[in-house]
């Protein structure tokens, strides 16, 4: 269940709102004027989230690269690896 605050408890309750974020790792919800305005979580679960979204891109960019047929076969790129790693 989501968490929403008022603007007023980050200056007045900042370390409560920081433990909730901490020890449920989900985001809590800040009102401006009894409208939503931010979003505050803590540090892990935002690198969570971007970590998520770069894989999601990378594999939709392997997904484009496939339907474009500008893929190699696995065997392939490590055997090509391989011979790399030996002529150095």
Do not use: W
């Given at each position: 269940?989501?968490?929403i605050r008022p603007s007023s408890d980050l200056r007045n309750n900042y370390n409560e709102i920081s433990q909730?974020?901490?020890?449920?790792?989900?985001?809590?919800?800040?009102?401006?004027?009894?409208?939503?305005?931010?979003?505050?979580?803590?540090?892990?679960?935002?690198e969570r989230l971007v970590g998520k979204f770069e894989l999601y891109k990378l594999l939709d960019e392997g997904m484009d690269a496939m339907a474009e047929k500008k893929v190699r076969?696995?065997?392939?790129?490590?055997a090509d690896i391989q011979e790399e790693l030996n002529n150095e």
């Open positions: 269940m989501p968490s909730f974020c901490h020890q449920y790792g989900e985001p809590v919800y800040i009102t401006k004027n009894g409208q939503g305005d931010l979003a505050v979580m803590s540090i892990e679960t935002y076969p696995f065997r392939t790129v490590l």
